[in-house]
């Protein structure tokens, strides 16, 4: 009987590697519009994957459905991490199809565009609840970040105890400030970066690697 | 609810909420009467606010209700939760002391937030 139950506990514990190694970390990128959540999702799946998650524009809600980037190998000291990425739609709560006008779109381009964006705001909020494992939560730099999209996604998403990374965007612009995010959110760290220039890519990569491998 | 006229009058009808009527509702029957309320026209104020559980509900079914020249969303405000107040794990377990905070709820076309910090919320609420 002892040899027998042996057998079946090393048994169990080879699935349960095997098992664990097959379940990807979802790590989900989250944030308000037009923070630079698909500029940063494409630049870390074009550094190692080589291939781009989604079309990039600074147009308010291009992105509207969630995209997900599997078997992301991320290297870091000789060790390699692999995460799932899932590049969400901003999340906020009103949208108004009129604000789309002003990108010269036709109405019902515009009226479209903002449906789609009401759909993908919900699935974004869906995956949070059900399907991410972490969280990396962008922001733009040179915007207030006390707003209440960030005050209450940051309190949902800690009200989950997910792991969270802030990501302080767009460094390389002039009015941009780091400080002003550390002093919004000092219970989480911080890290700042240029998604669109690669700037400081490197402490990112580790960063993930600490938090989310 | 209260006899006042709808906010289709002069004014602007607020409904101050008190967190005895909010706690012997369900989370869905929560929203659906903060939302009830603000398709009317009306600012919804909650003496406590909403679980984050709640508050994700509640962007998930505003986004749901959203339509073009209608509704297009509410504007909500909460004191920023204080970092130094932050429970963890424990204080969580032991009770959600952190969603008592006052919450401000309104259409996104007729309330806009001036100021926001720590202590001090200042909002315009139009007529439509």
């Not at chain 2, 107040?85 to 006052?102: A, F, Q, V, Y």
Request: hydrophobic letters at 35%; charged letters at 30%.
């Amino acid at each position: 009987m002892g040899l027998l139950s042996g057998l079946r506990d090393s048994l169990q514990r080879v699935t349960d590697s095997l098992f664990s190694e097959d379940e990807q970390k979802r790590i989900g990128i989250y944030g308000p519009p037009n923070a630079g959540k698909t500029t940063l999702a494409n630049r870390i799946a074009r550094d190692w994957t080589g291939d781009a998650i989604g079309p990039e524009s600074h147009i308010p809600h291009e992105t509207r459905r969630a995209r997900r980037k599997e078997n992301v190998e991320i290297e870091r000291d000789g060790k390699s991490v692999s995460i799932d990425i899932v590049d969400t739609p901003g999340v906020t709560t009103k949208v108004n199809y009129e604000e789309f006008l002003d990108y010269e779109m036709e109405k019902d381009d515009a009226v479209r565009r903002s449906r789609e964006a009401t759909e993908g705001v919900a699935e974004a909020m869906h995956w949070l609840r059900e399907d991410v494992d972490g969280v990396i939560y962008v922001l733009d730099s040179t915007e207030d970040p006390f707003t209440q999209v960030n005050t209450m996604l940051i309190g949902i998403i800690e009200s989950r105890d997910l792991p969270v990374l802030i990501f302080a965007n767009k460094i390389d612009l002039e009015d941009a400030s780091t400080q002003r995010i550390r002093n919004a959110f000092p219970q989480h760290e911080t890290v700042p970066l240029s998604a669109l220039e690669g700037d400081n890519m490197d402490e990112v990569y580790d960063k993930i690697a600490e938090y989310f491998g | 609810m209260p006899e006042a006229k709808a906010s289709d009058g002069d004014g602007v009808q607020i409904d101050l909420i008190s967190a005895e009527r909010m706690d012997g509702l369900a989370s869905m029957e929560k929203i659906r009467m903060i939302l009830d309320g603000v398709r009317d026209g009306k600012i919804v104020i909650l003496e406590n606010g909403l679980s984050p559980d709640e508050e994700s509900k509640l962007i998930e079914v505003t986004m749901t209700e959203i339509s073009p020249d209608e509704f297009n969303g509410i504007e909500i405000e909460t004191y920023p939760r204080s970092s130094t107040s932050d429970s963890g794990i424990l204080g969580r377990i032991m009770g959600r002391e952190e969603t008592s905070k006052l919450t401000v709820i309104g259409p996104a076309n007729q309330i806009e937030t001036l100021h926001k910090d720590e202590t001090v919320i200042s909002a315009l609420v139009s007529r439509k």
